[in-house]
């Protein structure tokens, strides 16, 4: 639920182990919001363990536009997105790296993009300053499958400058490694409406990239979770249904293997036409304890959107 | 025997638990042992045991204590349950904002309550007692050895000793922390997870402690599940699919490989129907694929029940110095 009194403008940023950043990254958004009337700019620190959350304090003391978030340990980006939004109070969000990657003077260009009447606007990077071989191409190729299995054409998901409307966030719940896939989960689960715009890239000045190449299996898994969500969120009966279809299918193949089979006693045949018959049942019920699980839980996110609509209505 | 005497409506400052469930010691005098080492740290205090049925002889000192006006109380639980239910019992009746947590026999110096509590105060979420320098027998060894390689690592080396009871924390932090199942077991990884501060502190093992101590095999394999249940919990509560999704590629990528092979291999003449293997080719990609399906439904119950569970916990501002309200 969003806090009572809103402002504008929220900007959220994540920052792990960013000591240096902090001064400049703030002065950056100071000097792109000059002209701005109310905004706040809420630091989340993620269980940094050098002198981010120092420096970010003694700056929000002199600035009660700068707010400092403290997760407990280092949760991940995603979970300190979520704690960052959690406590926006700005009609309109906008999230950014804290590394100094983004540039803060394209803030007014996402929010004007915004207010044509889209509910998420998602920065690209122009002219990406990063490395070719462990960043750009794993990125691409990965921006590819996203689009590819969950429809949602998004250049650059990997790009942490976005902006949203309130109400779309307070729909959304992250989770996992899930701030990656939000354009995504945003079309999929509220209908979002979605615009790009290009950004600036600067090159990672101080600190040290926290990605590596070891995401691919995680991404993998997550995109899976993702299409599951996108195309059987309303069934997920429906997925296990088709799963069992396929199953069956495969097991009549072996059944007639097992006829046409020139070898008298081919009793792998049928041995595996049970097998894949077996496979069919279980997700059949597999499916319907699905339907189970969520039974209560999809009805109490039915009612708490209907609120949520009254309230900004 | 000088208590500290707690004056009615006023809370003491330390809560002490006592679960009695296992090979517990004569509970008047372990009640006395630490009380004396409390007294001598300056802390007013009351004690909560809270007993298994089994051990219901053994209380009756208890309640004598509790009529001479000793700050004792005894819960006894209802039914047969695990430790992890008693503590949450000795919890939801602690009045005092810190809860120190000892087993009914001895792991470590009595006087170790001290140190842990003295960690508490200087800011840790919570304190556990190290036994070192040990002088455990070799099963023991062994059996302290096995669950640091497996339930340990999940603390990343930060913590040498989980079995040791001896604990001394806030009480908000224990009723923060989710306890159910065999967890108690395995509260400092708990807390880690949570985000809290632990702090380990060492004190001479007890000798008392040093006995061979060798359970049923029934024991081991519930062990072995409550980490492996665990395992899952710290790592993978948040993305299922990625726990069953790796065994489910191993298994239906094996299947699927072999059943490549023997594809080709029939396209080249050799034929399919007499092939044992092509079984067990099968039965691997149907449980890969069983298990990825598991893994879907995990993912499927997470992001509907996001809305509902926060996923981090924000540390909150510096407490005020000095004692903690009474509550």
Redesign the interface.
């Known amino acids: 639920m969003p806090p009572t009194s809103l402002l504008a403008l929220s900007i959220v940023v994540p920052m792990y182990n960013e000591e240096e950043s902090v001064s400049p990254l703030v002065d950056a958004v100071r000097e792109a919001l000059a002209e701005h009337p109310s905004w706040e700019l809420v630091l989340v620190d993620d269980?940094s363990r050098d002198a981010t959350v120092r420096i970010a304090s003694t700056i929000s003391a002199a600035d009660h536009r700068v707010v400092v978030?403290?997760?407990?340990?280092n949760?991940g980006q995603?979970?300190?997105m979520?704690?960052g939004f959690d406590r926006a109070r700005g009609r309109i969000v906008v999230s950014m790296d804290g590394d100094l990657q983004n540039d803060p003077r394209d803030i007014p260009l996402l929010v004007a993009k915004l207010e044509e009447g889209y509910d998420l606007v998602a920065g690209y990077r122009m002219r990406r300053q990063d490395k070719v071989v462990t960043r750009k191409i794993p990125s691409w190729v990965a921006n590819r499958m996203i689009s590819w299995l969950t429809g949602v054409r998004i250049r650059d998901n990997g790009c942490s400058l976005k902006a949203y409307r309130r109400e779309l966030l307070d729909q959304l719940?992250?989770?996992?490694?899930m701030h990656r896939f939000l354009p995504a989960l945003a079309a999929a689960t509220a209908n979002a409406r979605i615009a790009e715009v290009p950004v600036r890239h600067h090159a990672r000045r101080f600190g040290v990239s926290k990605y590596g190449l070891s995401r691919i299996?995680?991404l993998?898994?997550?995109l899976?979770?993702i299409k599951?969500?996108a195309t059987f969120?309303e069934s997920?009966l429906a997925?296990?249904g088709l799963?069992a279809l396929a199953?069956s299918v495969v097991a009549s193949g072996?059944l007639a293997?097992?006829l046409l089979?020139?070898?008298p006693?081919?009793y792998?045949?049928p041995?595996?036409a049970l097998?894949?018959i077996?496979?069919a049942v279980?997700?059949t019920m597999?499916g319907l304890?699905?339907e189970e699980?969520?039974q209560k839980?999809?009805a109490?996110?039915q009612l708490?959107r209907f609120e949520s609509r009254a309230v900004h209505a | 025997m000088m208590a500290t005497q707690v004056r009615a409506g006023i809370a003491a400052q330390v809560t002490v638990i006592v679960t009695v469930v296992e090979r517990p010691e004569p509970l008047d005098a372990l009640y006395q042992e630490y009380a004396a080492v409390l007294d001598s740290c300056g802390r007013s205090y009351e004690f909560i045991f809270v007993a298994h049925p089994f051990f219901h002889e053994m209380l009756e000192p208890l309640l004598a204590l509790q009529r001479a006006g000793e700050p004792v109380r005894v819960i006894e639980s209802p039914r047969s349950i695990g430790e992890t239910a008693l503590l949450r019992m000795g919890l939801a009746d602690a009045r005092s904002a810190l809860v120190v947590t000892v087993p009914a026999y001895r792991q470590v110096q009595p006087s170790a309550i001290c140190d842990l509590l003295a960690a508490v105060d200087g800011g840790a979420d919570l304190a556990v007692a190290r036994r070192w320098p040990r002088i455990d027998s070799k099963v023991n060894r062994f059996q302290h050895l096995a669950l640091h390689l497996t339930a340990g690592r999940l603390a990343n080396g930060t913590l040498h000793d989980i079995a040791c009871g001896v604990r001394a924390s806030r009480r908000d932090v224990l009723r923060a922390i989710p306890l159910y199942g065999d967890f108690a077991r395995f509260l400092p990884l708990l807390a880690?997870y949570?985000?809290?501060d632990v702090i380990e502190i060492a004190s001479p093992q007890h000798s008392s402690d040093r006995s061979r101590r060798v359970y049923s095999p029934g024991v081991y394999v519930r062990r072995s599940i409550d980490i492996l249940g665990l395992y899952f919990l710290l790592r993978f509560t948040?993305?299922p699919?990625?726990f069953f999704?790796?065994i489910g590629a191993v298994l239906a990528g094996t299947g699927g490989i072999a059943l490549a092979v023997m594809f080709v291999q029939r396209i080249f003449g050799q034929?399919?129907?007499?092939?044992?293997l092509?079984?067990l080719a099968?039965?691997l990609a149907?449980l890969g694929?069983?298990a990825?399906?598991?893994?879907?439904?995990g993912?499927?119950?997470?992001?509907?029940?996001?809305?509902?569970?926060r996923?981090?916990?924000?540390?909150e501002p510096a407490a005020a110095e000095g004692d903690p309200p009474p509550v």
């Open positions: 269980g978030l403290q997760l407990a340990r949760y995603t979970q300190a979520q704690a719940h992250l989770y996992s490694d299996a995680k993998l898994a997550d899976l979770t599951m969500i969120r997920p997925m296990f799963g199953s072996f293997a097992w089979s020139p070898i006693n081919a792998v045949f041995g595996s097998l894949c077996a496979l279980f997700l597999l304890i699905a699980a969520l839980v999809r109490e996110e708490e | 880690i949570n985000g809290y948040e993305k699919l990625r999704g790796l034929p399919l129907g007499n092939r044992p092509m079984l099968v039965l149907t694929v069983q990825i399906a598991l893994g879907l439904v993912e499927m119950i997470v992001h509907f029940n996001a809305s509902r569970r996923s981090y916990r924000l540390r």
